[in-house]
């Protein structure tokens, strides 16, 4: 047995002594150990000891300082009953690690390494308006320069509630406010700054959409530190969005239609006051502006404390917030802007619609009354004379309605010609004879006789019915007569009515124009 060993081992050895042999002759080099890449030296270097859960300083007495910069993309969407404004933002924040740092000779000259997220330390920096998660884009990565600088750059979908002033619909503009703030630590431990200049952040449109209801006016920062315990001081960063809204589909849609039914409805005064015509058109107007109301009720937008008005745009002004990246300290001065909120403007949709509706129905009624004064003429009474001084002989001449009717007759008058028409009566009766009239003068020769008594009765018959039909047309003439005064006094009124109704719409829509 002894024997057979050596002669097995030397059999198991041969085949690799040949096959080195083979390489050897044939020049094919032996597998070399080569080095590792640099990037996964690097990371190797910076993530093997690294501790996520403590904050990234050596000396935990020295705060670290975020600065943080917010791009607004887009306005998507603006909640005026729940007051919730969604916004699409570039958000950007910058820090310094201490614990990521090297140096680029060492690592093949890399400056700039990708990490992800979850493998370092980030501050808890949130919004404090947010009400709901949006649908944001997950960005595993951020970025580490060699002296430990973290630029940590995401799109956010951000839901936020806002105080939402909807007074000057459809003029109206918003100021909502994204307050950044860490949660949990004070500004013992994280200070927030701006990353830019606040004049760069104020008017940067560069890739806002310009093409929606909204308007992008301004981006106005604010930084503040503010203290909910005695002993606990936070650092926040505000930044204040101020858009405006396009009011030109409103204006074509709620407000034109609107003004077309109000000019049809002063032109109507021009009917006159006394055709049953003017009622019906008044009445279809009045109709038809409730019908239109109802069709634009759902457009109109609607708050728990609020309509919407017509009034003049609300003004927004600039303010500084914290300083840029290139001039940061470890504890910036605290800096406290007060933004006063958005004055209240005057009142004028809702109420320009109520106003609209009043000045129809108000006009109908007048008309109305108007109708009712002309007609029934036998049981009008005579224009009062106050009512005749004040605005036949006052106000009528003022708005040139020309020459009014002469004073009333008095009651003397009447008399006068019933006793008249009596002197009248007795000079027929005495020419013509009868019992009522004795004959004292002498007849004449050659006079004819005296009508028989029938004749006579006849004729005082026929004056007497000549007598009421001449009462009869009087009384008429005097109730036309009020009537016609009663008209003049319509006019005058129809007249006053344009002129109020015309003021009142030149009120609203100068107060609309000019705001």
Known sequence: MLLWAPQALLALLLPALLTQGEAKHSGVPQARSTPRPALRRLSDYLLTNYKKGVRPVRDWRKPTTVAIDVIVYAI???DEKNQVLTT???????WTDEFLQWNPKDFDNIT???VPTDSIWVPDILINEFVDVGKSPEI???YVGHHGEVQNYKPLQVVTACSLDIYNFPFDVQNCSLTFTSWLHTIQDINISLWRLPEKVKFDKSVFMNQGEWELLAVLTQFREFSIESSSCYAEMKFYVVIRRRPLFYAVSLLLPSIFLMVMDIVGFYLPPDSGERVSFKITLLLGYSVFLIIVSDTLPATAIGTPLIGRACSWGGARGGPGPEERSPTPACR????PPSPSCPNCTGVYFVVCMALLVISLAETILIVRLVHKQDLQQPVPTWLRHLLLERVAPLLCLGEQSPAPRSPATSHTTKTDDCSDMGNHCSHLGGPGCPDKSPRGRGSPPPPSREASLAVRGLLQELANIRHFLER???SREV???WLRVGSVLDRLAVLAYSATLLTLWS????S
Do not use: F, N
Request: net charge positive; glycine share 0%.
């Open 140 to 142: 595993p990565y951020v």
């Open 76 to 78: 998507l969407s603006v």
């Open 112 to 114: 700039k390494l990708s």
């Open 483 to 485: 009537a016609r005064d």
């Open 511 to 514: 107060i609309w124009q000019y």
């Open 336 to 339: 406290c802007v007060t933004y």
């Open 476 to 478: 008429r003439e005097e």
């Open 88 to 94: 699409y933002i570039w958000y950007r924040q910058y």
